[in-house]
């Protein structure tokens, strides 16, 4: 996956916004205001900062030798994950879903159910 790949994927899952507040070089894909990947280089490597359940985080980290800690980030509830390095495509777009998921069920029940509402949950929860 390229990047331009990558980014019309974070780009469709639903109400997902665009934002850069740490410069032009760190795209920060957010829903509802809350932050689920962010895009920057790291060791000279497009990378992809993703939410991730803890032991989910640990066993990505296991098995892919392109998934480390989150750079710059909790490293417990986030990974970093290299893009076109060695973790497959459909796998890098389920780490995404998972993210996305993860952020959208952290939300305050009244913007959630206004996802679920607009959207349904299968488009919301895909990655679970």
């Not at 205001?33 to 992809?48: E, I, Y």
């Not at 390095?85 to 952020?103: C, F, N």
């Not at 952290?106 to 488009?123: F, N, W, Y």
């Amino acid at each position: 996956m390229n990047k331009d790949e990558l980014i019309a994927y974070l780009d469709s899952k639903p109400e997902s916004v665009r934002d850069y507040p740490f410069g032009p070089e760190a795209l920060v894909m957010k829903v509802e205001g809350k932050m689920f990947a962010l895009l920057t280089r790291h060791q000279d490597r497009d990378a992809l900062n993703l939410k991730c359940d803890p032991l989910q985080a640990q066993q990505l980290r296991d098995i892919w030798q392109d998934v480390i800690p989150g750079y710059h980030m909790n490293k417990r509830h986030w990974n970093t994950v290299f893009i076109e390095g060695d973790v497959p495509d459909p796998e890098i777009e389920r780490i995404i879903d998972h993210s996305y998921a993860l952020v959208v069920r952290g939300l305050r029940k009244a913007d959630r159910l206004r996802l679920e509402i607009r959207h349904g949950t299968d488009s919301l929860y895909c990655g679970e």
